[in-house]
């Protein structure tokens, strides 16, 4: 069960970097007016940095019961709870809770959790 917890965990995490990433690039960005080209492909850069961390940390989870190791394991769940948790605590508090993000967030964040 701790497992599936954490592959299902990694899974919804890949899933959910993968809209982030789609949503700025189809929603986001074009709808932004920014005058410096430089500085609009940097924060173009910097929204698709988490997405890729995202996608990375959801690889983690996935391959974490396959390493067998323990410490691999707690330390990988300790980087996903950490990383997933500010993300999902930053979405609620800036939309007020009315963005699906932070629950979706959280969702990894439990599922991890479980796979202790």
């Not at 592959?7 to 700025?24: E, M, P, R, S, Y």
């Not at 007016?33 to 698709?48: A, D, P, T």
């Not at 959801?58 to 769940?77: D, H, K, T």
């Not at 939309?95 to 991890?112: A, E, I, T």
Request: hydrophobic share 60%; with cysteine.
């Amino acid at each position: 069960m701790r497992d599936l917890a954490l592959q299902i965990a990694g899974a919804l995490a890949i899933v959910v970097a993968i809209v982030h990433g789609a949503i700025a690039e189809l929603q986001v960005f074009p709808k932004v007016h920014i005058e410096s080209r430089r500085s609009l492909r940097l924060l173009r850069m910097v929204w698709q940095a988490s997405t890729i961390d995202w996608i990375c940390i959801g690889a983690l989870l996935i391959a974490a019961p396959a390493l067998g190791s323990e410490i691999a394991r707690c330390w990988i769940i300790a980087a996903a709870v950490v990383v997933y948790g500010y993300a999902a605590i930053g979405n609620a508090v800036a939309s007020r809770g009315r963005h699906v993000g932070w629950c979706l967030m959280g969702l990894v964040v439990g599922l991890s959790l479980m796979g202790l």
